[in-house]
């Protein structure tokens, strides 16, 4: 039971194995979604890319600010295959390879995967870092259940392995996982983070089963990762 009074509003949600809820609050809250939107983009991209091995010229006008690592490699035009893209969204969280992937699916052909996942509150209305659209109202939202929809198609999906190759590699590990003490949990998450946001969310395998988790906060930075470390604890429970 998580305990830390939170300045703000959260949703938690764990499953162990997936399909067994152990634990869950506040999913239909709905939340900004920072950098848990990719999570949708990456299972279209695996399930509908016609070549994930395409090469996709990059160019220094496509660079955005944020996260991620393409701002520092392209300094000039150089090619990365649909694959690499995905993986800086995921590994790195870059917004720059994210945008990319946006525009060559389209915007509202990614709304409707939302709504063909089952994830109806959820809504991509920008692009990364697009201040202009968040000033005109334009943003993007995502809620707990929504996120679970997302998470249990990825397990039932036949590449899931290939996509958990990817998460095991995401970089970010100091929320949910860091407050995990027993050393037998392997993790494979995506995290989150704006002002006043904080999220992680993904998969764990225990024991040999694969588990799924959901943790979003808005209100407190500091506040919100601390509440991510404590639902963390709840792990060591299992």
Partial sequence: MVTTKFPGKY???MEYPVGAVRYSTNIDEVFRSASIIKLPIFLYGFHHAKDLEELVEVSPEDIVDGSGVLQTLVTQSRSFSVRD???LMIVVSD??????????????RINSYLQHLGMTKSVLGREMRDH???LEGRDNYICGRDVVACLRAMVSSPVFRDMLHVLEKQQFQNKVPAGVKNEHFVFFNKSGELENVEHDVGFFVY??????F????EGSNSSGHALL????HMFDEL
């Fill in 132 to 134: 202009h659209a968040i």
């Fill in 85 to 87: 893209l995905h993986a």
């Fill in 214 to 217: 959901v943790g979003l906060t």
């Fill in 207 to 212: 024991k040999g089963q694969v588990g799924l």
């Fill in 95 to 108: 917004n720059t390879a994210t945008n990319l992937l946006i525009k060559r699916y389209g915007l509202k």
């Fill in 229 to 232: 470390n404590e639902f963390g």
């Fill in 11 to 13: 949703a938690l949600h």
